[in-house]
Nanobody, 127 residues
């Protein structure tokens, strides 16, 4: 089992920045590919970003087109933490953001391929 706890959400004005953190506990964090997803009211949960383990493709990343160039995913295996740095935020980025862990090496943007989920953290971007 892997437990995930997100933090860092909040209210920010358009154009501002936030950094989300996801602390993992349980099994060896470094073996898991990690992802961030988000869900806006009335919409399905959607992929935001993913990062694989360092030993698999050197820690490569993938981003949704809507956040490319604005968001950056990173991980610190020594701290069992994955981060999502969000810059140039837009009102359409408003959503609950979820951290997810995948016990299979390799990057994925499909939510059904992630086995473990955090409880989510609210991000609200005002115009």
């Amino acid at each position: 089992q892997v437990q995930l706890v997100e933090s860092g959400g909040g209210l920010v004005q358009a154009g501002g920045s936030l950094r989300l953190s996801c602390a993992a506990s349980g099994r060896t964090f470094s073996n898991y590919a990690m992802g961030w997803f988000r869900q806006a009211p009335g919409k399905e949960r959607e992929f935001v970003a993913s990062i694989v383990t360092i030993s698999w493709s050197g820690g490569s990343t993938r981003y949704a087109d809507s956040v490319k160039g604005r968001f950056t995913i990173s991980r610190d295996n020594a701290k069992n933490t994955v981060y999502l740095q969000m810059n140039s935020l837009k009102p359409e980025d408003t959503a609950v953001y979820y951290c997810a862990a995948r016990g299979i090496p390799g990057i994925s943007s499909y939510r059904h391929e992630y086995q473990y989920w955090g409880q989510g953290t609210q991000v609200t971007v005002s115009s």
